[in-house]
């Protein structure tokens, strides 16, 4: 029975060996990782450097689209469009808000604060994916409209190169209105 637990022992110290020899003279590398303790022989296969770099490229890629689909938000807003803006937005906004829900709230917003003067980026949050997978950008602006200040948070889901609003918040001062 030791015989047959030997030669099979054998063989995968074998395949073991071989792995290593072939990983090694075809350029690759081997990484073994026993517990915390880890070793790479040959070239890391794993170029962490790399991997990092990458999602920090799509994030800021994406987080350009979402940039571009709050300016889009505005000026559909100035122009009255909340319609577009709702029939464009991700079926999850459109589960939390009605369409006439959406026409009141670009309403009381254009009545009570104005039109947009500008608006400035305060803080934004995304979370590496891989380039196949959906970006769940997070920005926060102090928008200037021209009656008032506030702050605004937007959630966008950008995947092949669109954007779709997720989530729309704006400052306290119109929730207390009644409209959101």
Same mark, same amino acid.
């Given at each position: 029975?030791?015989?047959?637990?030997?030669?099979?022992?054998?063989?995968? #110290?074998?395949?073991?060996?071989?792995?290593?020899? %072939?990983?090694?003279?075809? #350029?690759?590398?081997?990484?073994?990782?026993?517990?915390?303790?880890?070793?790479?022989? #040959?070239?890391?296969?794993i170029n962490r450097k790399q991997i990092i770099i990458d999602h920090f490229? =799509?994030? &800021?890629?994406?987080?350009?689209?979402?940039?571009?689909?709050?300016? /889009?938000?505005?000026?559909?807003l100035e122009q009255g469009k909340c319609q577009d803006i709702y029939q464009?937005?991700?079926?999850?906004?459109?589960? =939390?808000?009605?369409?006439?829900?959406?026409?009141?709230?670009?309403?009381?917003?254009?009545?009570?604060?104005?039109?947009? =003067?500008?608006?400035?980026?305060?803080?934004?949050? %995304?979370?590496?994916?891989?380039?196949?997978? &959906?970006?769940?950008?997070?920005?926060?602006? @102090?928008?200037?409209?021209?009656?008032?200040?506030? /702050?605004?948070?937007?959630?966008?889901?950008?995947?092949?190169?669109?954007?779709?609003?997720?989530?729309? &918040? @704006? =400052?306290s001062q119109i929730q207390r209105s009644g409209e959101f």
């Amino acid at each position: 029975m030791s015989a047959k637990s030997s030669s099979c022992l054998g063989c995968l #110290g074998s395949l073991v060996i071989l792995t290593f020899i %072939g990983s090694i003279f075809f #350029g690759g590398g081997v990484l073994m990782r026993v517990g915390w303790f880890g070793f790479v022989l #040959g070239k890391d296969p794993i170029n962490r450097k790399q991997i990092i770099i990458d999602h920090f490229t =799509n994030l &800021e890629y994406s987080k350009k689209i979402a940039e571009s689909s709050v300016q /889009r938000f505005h000026t559909q807003l100035e122009q009255g469009k909340c319609q577009d803006i709702y029939q464009e937005a991700n079926e999850l906004f459109q589960k =939390n808000f009605s369409q006439s829900q959406m026409l009141s709230i670009c309403a009381t917003i254009k009545q009570e604060i104005g039109t947009v =003067n500008s608006a400035q980026i305060t803080d934004w949050w %995304g979370q590496p994916t891989d380039k196949e997978s &959906e970006n769940y950008i997070l920005l926060r602006y @102090i928008t200037v409209f021209s009656k008032s200040s506030v /702050r605004e948070t937007f959630v966008w889901l950008v995947k092949d190169n669109k954007s779709e609003l997720v989530q729309f &918040e @704006i =400052n306290s001062q119109i929730q207390r209105s009644g409209e959101f």
